[in-house]
């Protein structure tokens, strides 16, 4: 069944997640309604998986009508709450916004299940509140997507994980174009949610549309039909999408989820009592985004380093797959990964004790400013990233995994990653690892100064 498990532990007890697309129906509409076929090719097929936005915490239950200062959210909610005013300051955005380094002329894809219904509103509110300039958000409807239905916790899930993606990705690269692709997965469907999002990746990024795809979501690799027989076929057949932004030098990124070293099993609810990784995290063509916790004070300024985010609500993903093999990129970190692919490659912020405000709508009873934090959170802003640096070499960076393990190979102060040495990805009674010199398993090559990062990574 393919339904969004939402992994959303919250202080308020709020528990809050295609088919070929017809010839030439991409297209630049706000809102784009696109065919698709009755039904996936069955090899695509992967019953009994469930696909969930990697998401790990809404704060409160009923939304506020203006956000908190860290300090007021220390002293009211008992942990720390950041502006996208702070995390441009943490990650050193600033230099790169006063030379006209803002993501423009680069888009970012972005995919949810149902989406938001008030996404441009949100948005809107959201850009008033910081200072942030307004973009129209393209939203496109792949396939049968129901109407969205407030009352229904599958929906006000991936409406959830879309104003974050959105409202953050926007943040990190204000002058890049969003489109935000909602996938009718229903549970009731079961096998069909991983196809129709892959399908429309494959499908925009055919036409050009993608610079970077954004993946917010995730299904252990250990739920695939035919995993313990050591038949990964139900997964690498989904790897199309992956492999058509590869010969079009489109970066594809994916959180690498919530339950640190463990996931989630078939039913949904429970995790596994021993390490697990998740796909499409997981894939040696996408660049797995792990999860760090910053403490910063009311401007944005650290106070401390940061570390592997693992509080009360969650931990980042991190550890090796059991379907893929080492690529090479990492061979430099073989001691570490043995022979199989490691993730995260690289991690941004994430704790739930260090989440970010969203403004969300579209549940009437719940409409306000909200906290949320997990690995979705990373993703976006780090392909906001990915964006700006695009912007700046002028053309797409394509894969960033070869990129990434060679600046490793560089000074600091050249490459721009700054290590993360401190924290592990334990959850829920299962060893995780721990952060170390270097690379590791927990926080991948650590995260960034984005002024440096960018600039050696468009190599400028």
Request: net charge negative; aromatic share 8%.
């Amino acid at each position: 069944m393919a339904s969004p498990h939402p992994v959303r532990r919250a202080l308020a007890l709020l528990a809050v997640g295609a088919t070929a697309l017809a010839a030439g129906a991409v297209s630049t509409g706000t809102d784009t309604r696109a065919s698709a076929s009755a039904a996936a090719p069955a090899a695509h097929r992967a019953a009994g998986v469930h696909v969930r936005p990697a998401s790990a915490g809404r704060v409160s239950a009923v939304g506020r009508t203006a956000p908190l200062s860290t300090s007021q959210c220390l002293g009211e909610l008992g942990i720390h709450c950041y502006s996208p005013l702070q995390y441009r300051e943490a990650y050193n955005l600033g230099p790169l916004y006063r030379e006209g380094v803002t993501g423009k002329g680069r888009t970012i894809v972005i995919v949810d299940s149902f989406g938001s219904p008030t996404i441009q509103h949100d948005l809107e509110v959201f850009d008033r509140q910081w200072g942030l300039p307004d973009t129209q958000v393209e939203v496109i409807k792949w396939g049968d997507v129901p109407p969205f239905d407030p009352t229904n916790p599958d929906h006000t899930a991936w409406a959830g994980e879309a104003t974050l993606d959105v409202e953050y990705a926007h943040a990190i690269a204000p002058d890049a174009h969003i489109i935000l692709v909602e996938t009718g997965t229903a549970e009731t469907e079961g096998t069909t949610g991983l196809p129709e999002m892959m399908d429309a990746e494959r499908a925009l990024i055919r036409a050009g549309r993608a610079d970077v795809v954004s993946q917010s979501f995730g299904a252990t690799e250990n739920t695939f039909p035919g995993f313990d027989e050591g038949d990964f076929r139900s997964l690498t057949d989904l790897r199309y999408a992956f492999e058509e932004a590869a010969a079009h030098d489109v970066t594809v990124l994916a959180s690498s989820g919530d339950a640190g070293a463990t996931d989630y099993q078939q039913n949904g609810t429970d995790l596994y009592p021993y390490r697990v990784n998740s796909w499409p995290s997981s894939d040696p063509l996408v660049t797995s985004v792990g999860g760090t916790q910053l403490t910063l004070d009311d401007a944005g300024r650290r106070t401390a380093p940061d570390k592997v985010w693992h509080d009360a609500y969650g931990a980042g993903g991190g550890g090796v797959s059991g379907v893929f093999e080492r690529p090479l990129y990492q061979a430099g970190v073989a001691a570490v990964t043995g022979n199989h692919r490691g993730t995260p490659d690289i991690s941004m912020s994430a704790a739930v004790d260090g989440g970010a405000w969203t403004y969300e709508s579209y549940d009437p009873a719940r409409a306000g400013w909200h906290l949320t934090g997990g690995t979705s959170e990373a993703a976006p802003v780090f392909a906001g990233v990915v964006a700006l640096a695009d912007q700046l070499a002028g053309h797409r960076l394509g894969r960033l995994n070869w990129r990434l393990y060679a600046l490793d190979l560089l000074p600091a102060q050249r490459s721009g990653l700054v290590d993360v040495t401190t924290g592990d990805n334990s959850w829920d009674g299962v060893t995780g690892y721990r952060a170390t010199r270097g690379y590791d398993l927990a926080s991948g090559l650590g995260t960034i100064d984005a002024h440096r990062f960018v600039h050696a990574l468009a190599g400028r």
